[in-house]
């Protein structure tokens, strides 16, 4: 009886993830949960419905401040979340008032 050597759970994820058929969706489900984490409870705390159209993340924000702030920032947080998941999954943010 032949034995192969473990493998940590986390690559055997990695495997499983890259196989699964709807793993765009997956990814996008991450970042949707994640978003507070990268951006930060305060920032987060001013975006009202979060959702992905085709490739750009797109949000409403409660203050044209906080819309402004986070336009100026769009790629880095975009950048943060696509690292978040290794993937490029956005490819733009969109912000409305």
């Not at 978003?35 to 993340?57: C, P, Q, T, W």
């Not at 401040?65 to 290794?86: D, P, Y």
Request: no cysteine; hydrophobic share 40%.
């Amino acid at each position: 009886m032949r034995f192969d050597t473990p493998k940590s759970l986390s690559s055997v994820l990695e495997d499983f993830l890259e196989k699964f058929p709807q793993k765009k969706k997956l990814k996008q489900g991450m970042i949707l949960s994640a978003f507070e984490e990268i951006v930060g409870e305060r920032m987060a705390s001013e975006v009202e419905d979060l959702h992905f159209e085709g490739n750009k993340l797109a949000m409403k924000v409660k203050h044209p401040a906080w819309r402004q702030e986070i336009h100026a920032n769009r790629f880095s947080i975009a950048k943060k979340l696509n690292s978040k998941v290794k993937g490029d999954i956005i490819s733009d943010i969109i912000v409305r008032s």
